[in-house]
């Protein structure tokens, strides 16, 4: 089988569906190889055009070509544009997976459509306007042209059968369940942490991430802890940030130690995940939460918030809390720093819970779902 892979995303900074899709990529190349298929990878998608491609995920193989990258964004529009009129795509895959919320025509190839949350529609005011309408066109899109759905959790699955009761069996469409993983090797065991250690947000700074929630909640700590550990974000500046970004240089300039790392590449968030005393995950909505099990893959105690998939990625291992109360949240990260042996607990659960997890498994799933359609 000769499989297409949207990696238009990866040539951007990356957040979750950017990283989704350059790990389950990457596996499903390594599980897809030695089965005989072949890949391409492109690296615009649709109406996903990217300005520069040289950041994109590549794969060195003579089996998995990038028949887009290097073009510019004019001819990557009229590539796209012939395709939808009937020119089938370089090679002839025979299935596509987007990954990008796009989903372009394909007239020769059979689209796998992923959908990585729903809350565009469900929670429109976590999204600017733009966002939010391209996300409903290319979604309305997918169910005319899509032959099967991955969704990112179960979660996710069940908001699309709110939002469109029965349709997936009305229609006919396959769809898996196809959850991420940690991009980073599992610690061999939990580590001790330092009385500097610091609290951990990982994530843009956007509505749906809660923020001010983790700002207000360490305000709070602050005032009780004696240790009184930093509070580091690490996560570039997303839509709708302003009102975070005031709050944190409102503490900072009160001598509070939060600090805000800004976007952070793959070896420093490693070394952030390492380094930490416990992650906070105080989002309104995820649709996977990828954060959270990479926490989870490096022994860290985890804090969510008890909404949308994150019980469901957390299982018994993650502590929760209501993420509308910042008091519950500083309640849970004193009780975690003045009890040792809780925090042992929680980051042995983490990494046994972690285990759940993997790339290869996910990679292989989505192959034998292919395969069926």
């Known amino acids: 089988m000769r499989i297409g892979l949207d990696v238009s995303q990866t040539c951007a900074e990356r957040a979750g569906c950017a990283w989704y899709a350059d790990a389950l990529s990457r596996a499903l190349v390594a599980e897809g190889l030695p089965r005989g298929h072949t890949f391409e990878l492109y690296h615009h998608f649709g109406g996903w055009i990217n300005a520069d491609t040289t950041r994109g995920t590549m794969i060195d193989d003579p089996r998995v070509t990038a028949p887009l990258r290097g073009l510019n964004p004019a001819a990557a529009r009229e590539f796209w544009s012939e395709v939808a009129t009937g020119e089938p795509l370089p090679g002839k895959p025979d299935v596509v997976l987007s990954f990008s919320f796009h989903a372009p025509k394909l007239p020769h190839s059979k689209l796998v459509y992923t959908v990585h949350d729903l809350a565009f529609w469900l929670h429109p005011d976590f999204a600017t306007d733009d966002t939010r309408l391209v996300c409903q066109r290319e979604l309305l899109q997918a169910l005319a042209r899509a032959a099967g759905f991955l969704f990112v959790s179960e979660h996710t699955r069940r908001e699309f059968e709110l939002l469109l009761p029965n349709w997936l069996e009305l229609h006919s469409r396959p769809n898996l369940v196809a959850p991420g993983a940690s991009r980073f090797p599992a610690a061999a065991a939990p580590r001790p942490a330092a009385d500097n250690a610091p609290w951990l947000v990982v994530g843009s700074l956007e509505p749906r991430k809660n923020h001010a929630a983790a700002l207000d909640a360490y305000e709070l700590y602050h005032a009780h802890s004696s240790l009184c550990r930093p509070l580091v974000l690490a996560g570039g500046p997303g839509w709708k940030s302003a009102a975070v970004s005031a709050r944190l240089a409102e503490l900072q300039q009160r001598g509070l130690p939060v600090r805000h790392a800004g976007y952070v ?109």
């Open 265 to 373: 590449a793959d070896a420093d968030l490693a070394a952030l995940y390492a380094g930490a005393f416990a992650l906070l995950v105080p989002s309104w909505h995820e649709g996977f939460g990828l954060p959270l099990v990479e926490g989870l893959a490096a022994g860290l105690p985890v804090l969510a918030s008890e909404r949308a998939s994150l019980p469901e990625v957390g299982g018994h291992a993650a502590a929760y809390f209501p993420p509308e109360s910042p008091a519950a949240l500083a309640e849970a990260m004193l009780a975690l720093e003045n009890e040792p042996a809780s925090r042992a607990q929680r980051a042995a659960a983490s990494l046994e819970r972690s285990r759940a997890f993997s790339w290869a498994a996910t990679a292989k799933s989505v192959l034998e779902f292919t395969a069926r359609l």
